[in-house]
């Protein structure tokens, strides 16, 4: 007779892949084909990472923080669960230079990664009925832990004609009496759209008629290279409560390093009085701390780095967004609706009618890997089936072969006329 055992796994985590930029990333790289006599090397357009390219290493200064925090001995302790008390203070000194009032070390929560303060706020807004509002296209990172934590997703679009800004009648249709936040990405992640200063003013005002807050994903912050200059959502906290969540992963280009913080913007003291902050200390006492050593480097970290750093990184990924954006008006099959002037994405629409053999974006991506090494990401997993989301920040190089492949691709792939 067989055993009958008592456990399963989780229904919510088996279907998580799906909702998982790596998980569609590993089934994609799961088509390269494998020709040991001719192997072509692999032009990764689709993560977000372009720490492994010489153009986008690190500023040494920021390795000698790192080296020097865990030299020192000072920081083998286990960290308080808010996060070591001197790098607080130097991220509230770094935000609030952005900002037209003074954020305090209290303000800041210190997290591994901006992953992790995603998971912390997601978590924190969770109770029975409760919603929240995510742009569409958007990172999918969102609703994969809203969805774990029983917290109900609705999606508001961002609109490709209009530098894809948030569709504001159709965010406020979307609210109800359960609606709890939303989230907004600046500059964008997958768009490489920059709100302005009068656009963001109106999503504030936005957000305040409809009773909720803004989580501000501000991991990209500063990497701006068009018209736009990056502001702060912080900036309009006397309008509206803010939570930010940023990272030194982008700007330092060190993802690996995992150290991320939550900002909490509450000019009127409303996430105090709703205990919102309470709850996102109560969350840091039973959750994982960066680690120490990373955090006692934080203030070097940020003072030591040359301004020359931080001009050299937006300047190439400047150099890189034009080839790129020049590089798909080539491709017949493809459509870039605006110029990326920030992060380090573009989104592009594929027209299916062009294409012979091509049923979606999931199936160009994987035919894509197969016949040419090249990585995409389908819009698929960023909410907008049918489009693609393309990394520039490679080398540049790299991105224009990468690119001819693509178009070579599409030539070959195009439906042929009678």
């Not at 088509?31 to 040494?60: E, M, R, Y």
């Amino acid at each position: 007779m067989e055993q009958k055992w008592n456990f399963k796994p989780s229904s919510t985590l088996l279907g998580a892949s799906s909702l998982s930029v790596r998980g569609v990333l590993t089934r994609i790289m799961g088509h390269i084909a494998t020709d040991t006599n001719n192997p072509k090397p692999v032009i990764p357009l689709g993560h977000g990472d372009p720490s492994a390219f010489p153009c986008f290493s690190t500023t040494p200064s920021a390795v000698d923080a790192v080296a020097n925090a865990l030299r020192s001995g000072k920081f083998n302790s286990y960290p308080p669960c808010v996060g070591v008390a001197s790098a607080r203070k130097a991220i509230a000194e770094y935000m609030s230079q952005d900002l037209p009032y003074t954020l305090l070390p209290d303000d800041i929560y210190l997290t591994n990664g901006c992953s992790q303060a995603i998971e912390i706020i997601t978590s924190v807004l969770a109770r029975p009925g409760a919603n929240i509002l995510l742009p569409k296209p958007g990172y999918l990172f969102y609703e994969a832990r809203a969805v774990f934590n029983g917290v109900e997703t609705r999606y508001f679009d961002l609109v490709p004609e209009k530098g894809w800004e948030v569709h504001l009648d159709g965010l406020a249709a979307l609210s109800d009496e359960n609606t709890v936040a939303m989230v907004i990405v600046n500059p964008g992640n997958p768009c490489g759209n920059v709100f302005s200063y009068e656009h963001l003013a109106k999503v504030a005002e936005t957000a305040k008629k409809l009773g909720i807050f803004v989580i501000a994903d501000e991991v990209y912050a500063h990497l701006t290279f068009g018209p736009n200059k990056f502001v702060p959502m912080g900036v309009f906290s006397s309008t509206v409560p803010v939570i930010t969540l940023g990272s030194i992963s982008k700007r330092w280009v060190v993802p690996g390093w995992r150290l991320g913080w939550i900002a909490t913007h509450d000019s009127n003291d409303i996430l105090k009085r709703t205990k919102v902050v309470d709850s996102i200390k109560n969350y840091l006492d039973i959750s994982t701390d960066p680690a120490t050593f990373m955090q006692g480097a934080i203030p070097d970290l940020i003072a030591n780095t040359n301004e020359d750093f931080f001009l050299k990184t937006v300047e190439t990924l400047k150099t890189t967004a034009d080839i790129c954006y020049n590089k798909l008006k080539e491709i017949k099959c493809v459509t870039c609706p605006s110029k990326p002037e920030g992060s380090m994405f573009v989104m592009i629409s594929l027209d299916l009618s062009q294409l012979g053999d091509i049923k979606d974006d999931l199936d160009f991506c994987c035919k894509l890997a197969k016949e040419e090494s090249v990585i995409i990401l389908p819009g698929c997993a960023v909410g907008f089936k049918n489009w693609l989301r393309i990394t520039h920040a490679i080398e540049p190089s790299s991105l224009q072969d990468g690119l001819d492949k693509l178009k070579s691709f599409c030539k070959r792939h195009a439906k042929q006329l009678n």
